[in-house]
């Protein structure tokens, strides 16, 4: 229940952002994602996910890379900003879903985005298995920390509980977010 009402309250925070969100956000939003995008090789066969897409900052930077790239988002508000994001590529296809309850198959996704998500997440460990869920097992998992919300310890702690594979982790003064570029963990 506590949740569903943690979730309720995401909603109209981001709702009521979404109008001022890119001017408050984008500048601070794309350093992450240019440091993140530096972590990781596009292929143009792969599927993409990006968890918590918000207003589709990501969208122009991969979309004409690979084959499908999907937005979901819990927000209609910023979901319709990213509507407008998505114009300039065929391949990207955007939902409004609860990153903790993806619509999608077992083991979809090459490469899985969430960037600036977990905090949000009533159990981040939650959200990050769904994630895993959708990933394929080789896939790369990408995602970033606020480093207002979790210290560097309790954020690898949650991506070690999610039974993830660090390949990488970046600290960079210079963002607001941990980076992290993981795997599954291979089990032994
Ligand atoms: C700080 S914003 C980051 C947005 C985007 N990734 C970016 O870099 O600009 C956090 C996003 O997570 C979304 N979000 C929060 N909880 C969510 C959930 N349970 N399911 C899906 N999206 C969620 C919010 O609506 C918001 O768009």
New binding site residues.
Partial sequence: MAEWKK?RN??H???QLASV?DIQ??DE??A??EAVLEKVALENNNFVL?????????FPYIANKVQLFIG????RE?LKKAETRKECCSNIHILL????HLPFRFWSFNIT?????L????NPLV?LQEIKRVSKKHARIMV?G?KKKFTQKTFTIILENAKLELSALETDNNLKDYIAKCHFKTET
């Fill in positions: 979730k995401i909603v925070h981001y709702n969100y956000y984008a939003q794309k992450k994602i990006d968890v918590g897409c918000g207003t589709g900052l990501l979901i988002d819990i927000s910023l879903a609860d990153a903790d985005f969430a960037i600036t998500l905090q949000n997440s009533p959200t970033t606020l």
